[in-house]
């Protein structure tokens, strides 16, 4: 059926950067992620949790705090005591304005979304208007000592709460004055104690002040009176965040230990009108610090420095068993890192401040399924490029001749022209690229290495023309007839150079003909994220998968949803592949099989074939392991579809090279973790 | 869990027809195939529909001044279209037929209410007037005369089922806000009639139903957002005088203050009901909306606005809904699948999803409690159906008396102390189909010690029926009852001893020797009547094999396990081959004797109580469950998994520490025993042999797992090329 050497690649040391803060808006079901690098993500929860949009991070960018404000205006503010208000449509920083109070620690919008609380390293507390296309510095709130570690609002937005080092203070927002000081307990250690760091409050509708701190300790505190009411020792090393339900039942925190822990507000006897709050259940799915927590109505979101997002849900909140009934881990970014120059065997891997390009090595023997060849030629690292300036790349390639690498950062285009000539590698910046007014979220090049697409703002495409014998000029912009004001995000070009797909933030698919530089036709919307596209070498056959695990297959030169792609519509997939946990990220062919689409998501590869019947519910999905049992015969009856093979994870790439072997990249978690720096330190039992 | 999936307008209506759309529509009916649907709007048109293409297959009208004026629907078996037109005049059409002032016609002498065609029967007609014809009937006479059943009620509701491949159909009346349902066989011709128990401040709404096992349920959803269900039994054979229904309430739909206006009411499966309608609640604008109710947790599963008003009409199709919405008519698609708690907290693992998981460590509560709390419901129908073998006489005297009223505990209590046997199985079957009770654990008790009492007062009376049937509850233990084992110890009456041994967890350790000594005591011939259950045997004792057994009396007295009896009756078509035999591999006991013993061996007992009963047994009793032992432990060590199939076979270690025990018990006797010298040889050879074996393998353990530990051990590195093979 499928027999394939396999380049087992493990030698991409990527590590994804920590999670800093996490900003969850309930309005449209979004959350916005900010990692420690200074890039910023946002995951659909409707769309099962895709990583939707995506912002490369910055050098001198650390984003401290996230909130979504005025609707769905997302705003940052970081160390560097910049505010910015990211544009998710185009992708990048909107805008950036100066605090002018230092480094800033924390940021909170008000209950109406009007106005943002800034807490700055100078101990003021600063309040920003929100208009509609900028924010305005509007009045600070009287200045005390010590850095604002952490603020809140009254759910009724006539009071912050705020909490510092060693003490905590409520604000009247109308007089600007602190209504409130109270002293929070430092951790007694030998004959000093060491200050004590408010991290996180939480400013609740009853006048409740929830507080957690570096001793260890999440505490609540009557704002009015200034007095403690509970205290809760949650961990021996800091409580680093904390976050409220919207219906204020329930508070979720998390420790620098990687534990996260649910409060729960619970009556004191059955039936009694008096409640409590109860430390109830904890959760160790982290390793190392969890810098960020959030509530969404059905779980509890946890970020922290392992790099992991993890979306545990409630189970008394959550209905039935939809895909956010199950707990979810997020690692690896829902986009594809790795290009592959398929005619040469060259690897390209994408890090946030360089490229490398590797040889992949050769075997001369043969074996059978299951054996591992000996390696007569060992893979070579060619080449590093190191992108210049403070900006990351957000996106690379290489052409399938791998003659030519392209990258972009947040602001420009970077092409190089690569000679590989009996093992010397020479590389040549071209230096008149085209300024293009707006970056490129993502390039293509075409298969015959003659052009150059760069997908961009408003649902454009630009098409540059690759010149020998290192040059390239500007040829086209490809536009969407409907006039799109969101980012292309995929691309997929066809091997005859005739057309070119393109998906954009509205999760409209525009296929153009690169013949006439037109738009050809639009794919029927589909209300979900396009995770991946790729076009049929053979059939022109545009195959594409969504957030919601759905496969369609669209004809373009008849502009319709294929026959087979109807067929898998009406039989309906099968529950195992709907229930996978992550989306598919890329999409290949074999062009000497046709009937084959091979997919891969994190945690699987597989081979669809198109002439092999569905599996129905009742059919195992996974039936490699069986059918390898039986004769070549019998498999006939058993055979289904989706062949799937597990082996390798998690997987960050899969490709076909050009002779027909595979190539896959995997990333152990393992590997990841040592490139890690040490936990708190945590006595186990017996050590 | 069930949601609303897509959804689509099937079409729009025409508000030209008569009425305005918000009228709704005069019906939808199912069409010739699962796909079709025949729609009458209120005019003059019948429409077929293919759904999923959502596109008109054929369209019929009357002449300008007829209206259609009940819904078009298809005979299934023939194909054809039959509708009515001004109340009287019949059309039956093909889908050929354009015209329908040219295709048959039958002009009937009363008003005909609703036709309720059913897949493989002749098409009923319900008139006006309550009397019921099937078709054929109708047209081989269509000028005969129809009486009036109902005198001036007017049917509200009307609905047709296929039970036990008889046509029934319910239709409910309404008179001066008295609603009253008729049931109606037709083959006998049998109606009978309830009254419904009359409501203070609501009305019913809507009605539906559905049957299982000959008990019809009645589903009624009332204006104050109740949706009561009623039990009805269609077991009477013969017309009796007029009963009041008593309902339970199902679920509570709306909070209270609110008026559902315009509702009805769907079932989608035992769990879950659809109701649409208009809420409303005076401070708020009333709102209509879709909403699917689960009636095991009361809890709403989901639901649907629909902002631009229906007509509080809903049909429910193959896993669609149907309701004018508007000026359309739409169709909502909706998944439906059993709910149980384990799924409503997020636990339930997926068993479908692959077959490779077939063990699921979790434990269905849903099913757990279907057998616990469905089972008196269960219970119902089988004994129903025995007794509708039974003569009826009895039963038609005093039915009337007992139905009447609904039965309390108290009265029943009463009535066990003195009336007859099958006077008491009827009450007993009566107030158990009322069962839902708070505290029915306990009334249970009260019950089975009244009857146990008798019992033993009176030595002629045993209602073994009704102990079994209680015993079936799943509600009872040992000290509830405890002279209930004695007795049936007394009667030995095996079939009740296997129940307890089986379903008590609290037997003491001198009961369970008792039994076992009665269970060995008895020959194998007298059981082969009995209505052992044999599940715990099938799995390794060839029945046909075994040549003691022979044919069975075909007539099982009370028929009490409808399973078992097909187990039976397989057996004797099967003659009994002659057979050679090792003695070795036959078992020493019959097969009925074998469950009994089976039930011994899986009853709970501590060591230290049960030796010194033990010690009751004779010589010869010994030997022979030694010998059964033997021969159990020797079929469990053939398999590889070393444990039968099923749910109430022994394990291994049951065997063997009845083995144990049992030797230990009568260690001197069967050392002495000359009979028992051969037995007790094979057995040492046999246990040797295994202990041997045991040890081989306990040393190229080691070895093996050195094997193991080496294998996986390469290290793949950064880069490896392999091979892989996708078959």
Redesign the interface.
């Known amino acids: 059926?499928?027999?394939?050497?396999?380049?087992?690649?493990?030698?991409f040391a990527y590590v994804p950067a920590g999670i800093r803060c996490l900003a969850h808006s309930p309005r449209s079901a979004r959350l916005a992620l900010a990692r420690t690098d200074g890039a910023l993500e946002v995951y659909n929860f409707a769309a099962n949790y895709f990583q939707e949009k995506g912002i490369p991070g910055h050098e001198t960018r650390t984003t401290e705090a996230l909130c979504w404000a005025a609707g769905d205006r997302l705003f940052g503010a970081g160390l560097g005591g910049d505010i910015s208000e990211y544009d998710l449509e185009k992708l990048r920083v909107k805008y950036s304005l100066d605090g002018f109070g230092g480094p800033i620690w924390s940021m909170a919008a008000d209950p109406s979304g009007t106005q943002l609380a800034v807490g700055c390293e100078d101990g003021s507390v600063k309040l920003f208007q929100v208009l509609p296309d900028k924010i305005q510095f509007e009045r600070s709130l009287d200045r005390q000592k010590g850095r604002i570690m952490s603020l809140s609002w009254h759910p009724s937005g006539t009071h912050i709460a705020v909490g510092s080092i060693d003490l905590l203070r409520v604000f009247d927002v109308k007089s600007g004055h602190a209504i409130q000081r109270i002293l929070v307990d430092r951790r007694p250690q030998g004959l000093y104690s060491r200050e004590c760091v408010v991290w996180s409050v939480a400013f609740l509708s009853d006048g409740t002040i929830v507080s957690s701190d570096s001793v260890g300790k999440v505490q609540f505190w009557d704002s009015e009176k200034g007095t403690l009411l509970e205290t809760h020792p949650v961990s021996s090393s800091a409580v680093l965040c904390l976050a409220v339900s919207e219906e204020e039942d329930s508070i979720v925190v998390g420790t620098s230990e990687g534990a996260v822990y649910q409060f729960q507000l619970l009556p004191v006897k059955w039936g009694s009108a008096e409640s409590k709050w109860v430390r109830t259940k904890p959760f160790q799915h982290h390793t190392h610090d969890v810098r960020a927590v959030a509530h969404s109505a059905t779980a509890l979101i946890s970020g922290g420095l392992d790099a992991q997002l993890v979306i545990r849900?409630l189970?008394?909140r959550?209905?039935?068993?939809g895909y956010d009934?199950?707990l979810r881990k997020f690692t690896f970014p829902h986009r594809r890192l790795v290009s592959c120059a398929k005619k040469a065997g060259l690897l390209l891997f994408q890090f946030p401040q360089h490229l490398e390009l590797w040889r992949l090595?050769?075997?001369n023997s043969?074996?059978?399924?299951?054996?591992?060849?000996p390696?007569s030629r060992?893979?070579e690292h060619l080449l590093q490029l190191k992108s210049k300036g403070p900006e990351h790349i957000c996106c690379s390639c290489i052409s399938l001749c791998g003659s030519w690498i392209a990258y972009s950062t947040a602001s420009r285009l970077h092409l190089h022209r690569v000679h590989l000539e009996n093992g010397s590698v020479s590389v040549k910046r071209v230096s008149k690229v085209p300024k293009l007014l707006c970056s490129a979220h993502q390039l293509l090049c075409s298969a015959d290495s003659t052009s150059l697409f760069v997908a961009s703002d408003e649902g454009a495409v630009h098409v540059l023309k690759l010149l020998e014998p290192g040059g390239c000029g500007h040829l086209q912009t490809l536009r969407p007839n409907s006039g799109s004001a969101q980012a292309v995000y995929l691309l997929a070009a066809s091997a005859d150079g005739d057309w070119l797909a393109a998906a954009g933030g509205d999760w409209e698919i525009n296929v153009y003909s690169l013949r006439h530089f037109k738009p050809h036709c639009t794919v029927p919307a589909y209300n979900c994220a396009v995770t991946a596209l790729a076009i049929h070498p053979v059939t022109n056959n545009l195959v594409i998968t969504h957030s919601d695990q759905q496969v369609f297959e669209f004809s373009i030169p008849d502009r319709e949803y294929t026959t087979w792609s109807r067929k898998v519509q009406q039989h309906g997939l099968h529950?195992?592949w709907l229930?996978r946990d992550t989306p598919i990220t890329h999409i290949t062919f074999n062009p000497k099989q046709p009937a084959h689409i091979l997919l891969h998501d994190t945690h699987m590869f597989c081979?669809l074939d198109k002439s092999l019947p569905l599996p129905d519910?009742?059919?195992?999905?996974?039936n490699?392991t069986a059918?390898?049992q039986l004769s070549e015969k019998a498999?006939r009856g058993y055979?289904h579809a989706f062949?799937i093979?597990k082996?390798y994870q998690p997987l960050l790439f899969v490709d076909l090279l050009e002779e027909g072997s595979?190539v896959v990249v995997e990333r152990p978690l393992m590997d990841i973790k040592t490139q890690l720096p040490p936990p708190v330190q945590q006595k186990k039992f017996g050590t | 869990m069930a949601a609303l999936c897509e959804e689509f307008t099937l079409c729009g209506l025409i508000a030209s027809a008569g009425a305005g759309a918000g009228q709704g529509i005069v019906g939808l009916e199912p069409g010739p195939d699962p796909d079709r649907v025949l729609l009458t709007d209120r005019g003059r048109t019948a429409t077929l529909y293919k759904v999923s293409d959502q596109k008109p297959l054929g369209c019929w009208s009357v002449k300008q001044d007829q209206t259609i004026t009940c819904p078009a629907v298809c005979n299934f078996e023939t194909g054809e279209y039959i509708a009515v037109h001004d109340d009287k005049v019949l059309r039956i059409w093909k889908d050929e037929d354009v015209n329908l002032d040219k295709v048959f016609k039958a002009t009937l002498t009363a008003e005909v209410y609703r036709i309720h065609s059913l897949p493989h029967t002749e098409p009923l007609v319900l008139f006006k007037g309550g009397a019921v014809r099937t078709l054929d009937a109708l047209l081989a006479a269509p000028q005969q005369e129809i009486e009036n059943v109902i005198s001036d009620e007017v049917i509200r509701w009307s609905e047709a089922f296929m039970e036990t491949q008889q046509p029934v159909l319910i239709f409910a009346t309404e008179k001066n806000g008295n609603y009253f349902v008729y049931v109606q066989k037709v083959n006998p011709n049998i109606l009978h009639k309830y009254k419904l128990e009359q409501e203070e401040s609501s009305h019913p709404l809507s009605f539906t139903a559905y049957t299982k096992n000959n008990i019809l349920t009645l589903l009624c959803l009332y204006s104050n957002g109740c949706v009561y269900k009623i039990l009805m039994s269609l077991q009477h054979s013969v017309p009796e005088e007029e009963q009041i229904l008593s309902k339970s309430l199902l679920l509570k739909t709306v909070v209270s203050d609110t008026v559902l206006k315009g509702a009805s009411l769907a079932i989608l499966d035992k769990d879950h009901v659809a109701v649409l309608g208009c809420l409303d609640s005076p401070p708020n604008i009333a709102k209509e909306c879709l909403s699917i109710w689960n009636t095991k947790f009361q809890i709403l599963q989901t639901s649907k606005e629909l902002p631009q008003g229906t007509s509080g009409q809903l049909w429910c199709y193959g896993e669609k809904f149907f309701l004018t919405h508007g000026k359309v008519l739409t169709v909502i698609v909706y998944k439906c699948e059993t709910s149980s708690l384990a799924a409503a907290v997020g636990k339930l693992k997926d068993t479908q999803t692959s077959s490779m998981r077939t063990v699921s460590s979790y434990v269905n509560w849903n099913m757990l409690q279907e057998d616990d709390l469905g089972s008196p419901f269960a219970q119902q129908s089988v004994t129903a159906k025995t007794e509708s073998k039974r003569t009826l006489r009895l039963r038609r005297n005093n039915v009337a008396k007992v139905q009447r009223d609904t039965l309390t505990v108290e009265q029943l209590l009463s009535d066990i102390k003195d009336s007859s046997q099958s006077d008491i199985e009827e009450e007993l079957w009566q107030f158990l189909s009322n069962a839902q009770m708070s505290d029915f654990q306990a009334t249970v008790g009260y019950i089975i010690t009244g009857l146990v009492n008798r019992c033993k007062t009176e030595p002629t009376f045993y209602p073994r029926n009704c102990l079994v049937q209680l015993i079936q509850t799943h509600g009872l233990s040992y000290s509830l009852c405890p002279d209930l084992m004695a007795v049936a110890l007394e009667k030995t009456d095996v079939h009740l001893l296997q129940l307890c041994l089986q379903q008590f967890p609290d037997i003491p350790e001198a009961v369970t020797c008792a039994c076992l000594k009665a269970f060995l005591s008895i020959n194998d011939d007298s059981l082969q009547g009995t209505n052992v259950n044999l599940d715990s045997v099938i799995s390794y004792i060839d029945i046909t094999l075994n040549d003691q057994v022979e044919k069975q009396s075909a007539t099982v007295q009370n028929g009490f396990s409808s399973e078992l009896m097909e187990e039976d009756s397989c057996d004797i078509q099967l003659t009994p081959k002659p057979h050679v035999v090792d003695t070795e591999e036959l078992c020493p006991v019959g097969p009925q004797k074998a469950a009994l013993l089976n039930a011994i061996l899986y009853s709970a007992y501590s060591e230290t109580f049960l030796l010194p009963h033990l010690k009751d047994l004779s010589a010869q009793q010994v030997i022979l469950f030694l010998r059964y032992l033997q021969y159990l432990y020797i079929k469990c060590s053939e398999k590889v998994s070393m444990d039968f199939p099923g749910m109430l076979s022994p394990t291994i270690n049951q065997i063997m520490d009845w083995m144990c025990l049992l030797l230990d018990a009568h260690f001197t006797v069967v050392v002495m025993l000359p009979e028992a010298k051969g037995l007790l040889f094979s057995l040492h050879k046999f246990v040797r042999a295994q202990v041997r074996f045991y040890s081989e393998l306990n040393k190229i353990e080691g070895s093996l797992q050195e094997l193991q530990r080496t294998k996986p051990q390469k290290d793949f590195g950064l880069y490896s090329i392999e091979m892989l093979e996708l078959v």
Request: proline share 6%; aromatic share 4%.
């Open positions: 059926m499928g027999e394939f050497q396999v380049h087992r690649v493990r030698f849900p189970m008394e959550v209905h039935g068993k009934a199950a090595g050769a075997t043969a074996g059978k399924d299951g054996d591992i060849l390696v060992a893979p529950k195992g229930e081979i519910d009742a059919t195992p999905l996974m490699q059918l390898k498999r055979a062949k093979c082996k595979l």
